[in-house]
């Protein structure tokens, strides 16, 4: 007789969460595949983790289904105009131009018209294309090639009766590649009003510069669309459904403490559910002491990252986190000081702003400042109090 069929753990994280695994994001889902039909440029901003990548890429695979053509470039993997050159030129390529032409030998002469002609090579395994810029030109001469490749998908639309969107992942490192790259861009963009920008991007107070401080080259060219976590009762929801989709159960009290601890974020709550499925044998239901126990894998897992980090920080960054992680609050305001016996409100507004930059503390909308990541909340608690 056969073994029977394993069931696999409905909860995943790590990669991008796409059909089962994309929890409920159905407003801002339709929002911006509504403003990506209509060619509206948006901004969008989310902390590192909280499923920006996935929400575009699930809106990108049903745009797909209407003849969309999205093409994605992430700016963490383009530190330089070179590089930037090489991944806008290989998702034009594979994304826009073959889709159109059905044949990618007939889209690489799109690229016949650039100043600086990139080498192109083939993976005989799958059919590939990469395009490499080696970095042996002037700065006028790469500049003028980045134009060129920012003026593609537009032209391309407009030649093909096609819908075309281009996708910016970490869009804040733009001024580290170049600081005068964004003028370049917008100058390019301002003329491709069929064409849907969207520029994603982890940090807040850079993003947020970026398309709403007067003096940049985007501002107000783009709708701001800022997403945070996920409302208790719909990831609730969706945690009971995909145990039950199994041949296991979930307390109420056991959701109940999950959420409590994960705050609604997108990638924590999938983790620890899934750790908590782990735990279950098959025709059982997950109750708190699951929960308990499957908070400690969670944690193993972490230490040796949470470690690292913490031996890294200064004395006021480590003595500022076990504040916070004992009590979100105003931090600077005097009471709090003394409550934590904290040093100065100097010391701690630069321990602040490191911590930060590194994007482990952030403010609510209330302006109390909290630990951004729920494991390192319950890992300062238990193991750096």
């Known amino acids: 007789m056969a073994p029977p069929a394993r069931i696999t753990n409905p ?45 575009v890429r699930r809106a990108s695979l049903n745009l797909a289904a209407k003849g969309v053509l999205v093409a994605e470039v992430d700016l963490m993997k383009a530190p330089t105009k070179e590089r930037l050159a090489s991944h806008l030129a290989r998702a034009i390529h594979d994304d826009i131009a073959s889709p159109i032409f059905k044949a990618k030998e007939a889209a690489l002469r799109l690229f016949d018209s650039l100043r600086v002609k990139p ?35 537009a ?52 993003m947020s510069r970026l398309f709403n401080d007067k003096n940049e080259a985007f501002y107000r060219s783009a709708k701001v669309m800022e997403i945070g976590a996920i409302p208790s009762d719909l990831f609730a929801s969706f945690v009971k459904e995909r145990f039950d989709a199994t041949e296991k159960g979930v307390s109420e009290a056991a959701i109940e403490g999950l959420l409590e601890v994960t705050r609604g974020h997108p990638y924590a709550t999938q983790e620890l559910a899934y750790a908590l499925w782990d735990e279950v044998p098959s025709g059982f239901s997950a109750t708190v002491s699951d ?46 000081l003394l409550r934590h016996g904290l040093p100065s409100a100097s010391t701690i507004q630069k321990a602040a702003r490191a911590l930060e930059k ?28």
């Not at 060619?39 to 929400?55: E, T």
């Not at 192109?120 to 030109?137: E, K, L, R």
Request: glycine share 4%; net charge negative.
């Open 119 to 153: 080498v192109i090579t083939v993976d005989p395994a799958h059919g590939s294309y990469s395009f490499t810029f080696i970095p042996t030109h002037t700065d006028e001469d790469i500049d003028a090639t980045l134009e060129r490749l920012l003026e593609l998908p």
């Open 291 to 336: 929960l308990e126990r499957a908070l400690d894998v969670v944690l193993r897992s972490e230490n040796a990252r949470f470690t690292l980090l913490w031996d890294n920080l200064s004395r006021a960054q480590r003595q500022l986190l076990q504040a916070v992680a004992l009590e979100s609050g105003h931090i600077q305001s005097a009471r709090y």
């Open 155 to 206: 032209q391309l639309a407009a030649e093909q009766k096609a819908k075309v969107a281009l996708y910016f992942d970490e869009f804040q490192e733009i001024t580290d590649i170049d600081p005068n790259l964004p003028a370049l861009m917008r100058a390019v963009f301002q003329e491709q009003p069929d064409v849907a920008h969207v520029y994603a991007g982890s940090k807040r107070d850079m």
């Open 11 to 55: 909860f995943y994280f790590g990669d991008l969460a796409l059909d089962e695994a994309f929890t409920d994001r159905k407003d801002e889902l339709k929002s911006l595949e509504t403003d990506i039909l209509n060619g509206q440029n948006v901004a969008l901003i989310a902390p590192r983790r909280y499923g920006k990548s996935s929400l």
């Open 358 to 385: 590194a994007e482990l503390i952030g403010k609510r909308p209330d302006g109390a400042t909290v630990i951004v990541e729920p494991f390192l909340v319950e890992w300062v608690a238990r193991y750096a109090a």
